[in-house]
């Protein structure tokens, strides 16, 4: 019986964040799964913007911005022949992946987390951060938005599914882990 049988992965269109989005291929290549992938156009933050930008030309690029990514991820889905349904949606990007990962019955989230730390970590905030303790679905992180990350990344994905699905098993008991107890761990904590 397959560990997972299907995955939600954010998206936000970025080389970076392909990563996160290839792990999660990966993952679902090796267990049979399906993936959902969704961009959260995060209207909130364009509320406060002057009258005389119009949201329509705004929101106009931020979709075609999604459209985009949304069609990365059915490409890179593509190559590994893995089913994928994409969707853009508007709101809170934690509360957005949380409840998209609840109501369309997913095993797990894959997403993608800079290494903020700090004062950083503090003033902005992790989406990453607030979908862990937030969510009653597994969440596994990919670090992203770093050298070490990509190099991981890139002899990961050299090195076959197969691997990236056993290393990924490992991360996802450091996420449950953190999810039962309220805590983050080493392991999550890197938004």
């Given at each position: ?45 364009y509320?406060?913007m ?9 929101g ?51 997403m ?17 951060e ?49 999810e ?12």
């Amino acid at each position: 019986m397959p560990l997972y049988d299907r995955i939600l992965v954010p998206t936000d269109g970025s080389s970076e964040g392909e990563l996160a989005v290839c792990h999660a291929l990966d993952l679902a290549a090796v267990h049979g799964a399906s993936v959902r992938a969704i961009y959260v156009v995060d209207t909130a933050r364009y509320a406060g913007m002057p009258m005389e930008t119009t949201w329509e030309g705004v929101g106009d690029l931020l979709y075609d911005d999604a459209e985009s990514a949304l069609e990365t991820v059915e490409a890179l889905a593509a190559d590994r022949d893995v089913d994928v349904e994409t969707a853009a949606v508007e709101g809170s990007p934690s509360r957005e992946i949380i409840t998209h990962a609840e109501e369309a019955g997913c095993d797990l989230v894959v997403m993608g987390t800079h290494g903020r730390g700090g004062i950083d970590r503090l003033l902005l905030g992790s989406v990453a951060e607030k979908v862990v303790r937030g969510s009653s679905v597994p969440v596994l992180t990919v670090r992203i938005g770093d050298e070490e990350a990509a190099d991981v990344a890139e002899s990961a994905t050299a090195s076959g599914a197969a691997e990236a699905g056993e290393s990924a098993a490992a991360d996802e008991t450091g996420a449950t882990r953190a999810e039962a107890d309220g805590s983050v761990s080493d392991a999550t904590e890197t938004g």
